[in-house]
């Protein structure tokens, strides 16, 4: 059973940062991608930025430039690094992680962003 528990958000002021982690139970190497998702109240869940097994990174245009997604292979985990954070930042932030098969998701972390 894959476990991913994420931590790290909070309440921070507009143009703070803001480091969430998303420890896995066991090695990440088996997923063929990770990412994290965010879900702002009325909205639809988005993603904010992927890694591929392979290394390659996507981020929504809205984040790039502002936030970056890197994994530590060694400790199980990625991590979702947001700077420059902004109002429009504020949701629920949640871990993914998938294989061929199946998708497997966190409880999510609550950043909030205030103006």
């Known amino acids: 059973q894959v476990q991913l528990v994420e931590s790290g958000g909070g309440l921070v002021q507009a143009g703070g940062s803001l480091r969430l982690s998303c420890a896995a139970s066991?090695?990440?190497?088996?997923?063929?991608?990770m990412g994290w998702y965010r879900q702002a109240p009325g909205n639809q869940r988005e993603l904010v930025a992927k890694?591929?097994?392979?290394?390659?990174?996507n981020y929504a245009d809205s984040v790039k430039g502002r936030f970056a997604i890197f994994r530590d292979s060694a400790r199980n985990t990625v991590y979702l690094q947001m700077n420059t954070l902004k109002p429009e930042d504020t949701a629920v932030y949640y871990c993914?992680?998938?294989?061929?098969?199946?998708?497997?998701w966190g409880q999510g972390t609550q950043v909030t962003v205030s103006s």
């Open positions: 993914a992680a998938s294989t061929t098969w199946t998708d497997y």
């Open positions: 066991g090695s990440i190497s088996r997923f063929n991608a």
């Open positions: 890694v591929i097994s392979g290394g390659s990174t």
